[in-house]
């Protein structure tokens, strides 16, 4: 499957993309892809019962006898830095190497880089090995990026870097360096409950399973994150019962509902073009 990141097609207006991501869903669910994550002890449960939920099948192996046959034989890979230990470090060193290998896309999530110039040094080094995607949120693009989170800043390091960013946020932000789009969906508890941004760059890893446009897919995968957010904060009275609702949410959204609910802006997908 050959995949781009800033495609030559004619931009996509929000409620084009809206649909895309609709139809993308439905192809998730047939094929139902195999993600490898290389994921934190905290999010490990969580973010394995989102992709089941979503219709993906997640595995979790960190053995560095076992995980290069595990995601040969995966779809996509995550590599979340949580848990910055030896074990996983060792584990990412094989798991991209044998993405890239299989031309297998992956996500990067750079957790905490804001809080250690150690680990923020070993994401630079990550990045220099083509993620696919990077998923992560402000103060995580500031420690990277050394600047605050604009529309301009983060499709200007999107182009650098050549990938595509996934920034999350009050408004979820996605740019290639050539096209971005704004996702206002979400709801507040969903800050409220640990893992749910890591089960989000599960998420991205899924959508680049079923699709090459690498743009299209992390955007596809944001907003089924945040109208599965809206969705299960109607039944929920805390937090506790929000992350079963997101995950009952998750197993339920179908591509209708998803373009029911979903506010893209891609006003700005040409912003490339113009700086």
């Given amino acids: 499957m050959q995949r781009s990141q800033a495609a030559s097609r004619e931009p996509m207006s929000g409620v084009e993309m809206a649909s895309a991501a609709g139809a993308l869903l439905l192809r998730l669910r047939a094929k139902a892809p195999r993600v490898h994550c290389v994921t934190n002890a905290v999010a490990q449960n969580f973010t394995a019962n989102a992709l089941l939920a979503l219709g993906a099948v997640p595995s979790m192996t960190l053995s560095g006898e076992e995980i290069g046959a595990f995601v040969a034989r995966s779809d996509a890979l995550l590599v979340n830095l949580g848990t910055f230990d030896r074990e996983r470090r060792e584990a990412t060193s094989i798991a991209v190497d044998t993405a890239t290998q299989h031309g297998l896309p992956w996500v990067l999530d750079p957790v905490f880089v804001d809080r250690a110039p150690q680990r923020a040094a070993y994401a630079r080094d990550l990045i220099f090995l083509a993620p696919s995607a990077l998923r992560l949120n402000a103060a995580e693009f500031g420690a990277l990026a050394g600047g605050k989170p604009t529309a301009e800043s983060v499709a200007s390091y999107a182009r650098a870097h050549k990938l595509t960013v996934g920034l999350s946020g009050a408004t979820d932000l996605v740019a290639d360096g050539n096209r971005v789009v704004s996702i206002a969906n979400g709801h507040p508890l969903m800050a409220k409950v640990t893992a749910m941004g890591c089960a989000a760059s599960a998420m991205v890893a899924a959508c680049l399973a079923v699709e ?18 809206e969705l299960a904060a109607i039944h929920a009275q805390g937090p506790g019962s929000f992350a079963v609702a997101m995950l009952d949410a998750l197993h339920t959204i179908d591509a209708k509902a998803l373009v029911a609910h979903a506010r893209l802006d891609a006003e700005a997908n040409t912003i490339a073009q113009v700086n």
Avoid at 212 to 229: E, Y
Wanted: net charge negative; aromatic share 6%.
């Fill in 212 to 229: 090459p446009d690498i743009f299209l897919a992390t955007a596809a995968a944001l907003t089924l994150t945040g109208v599965a957010g």
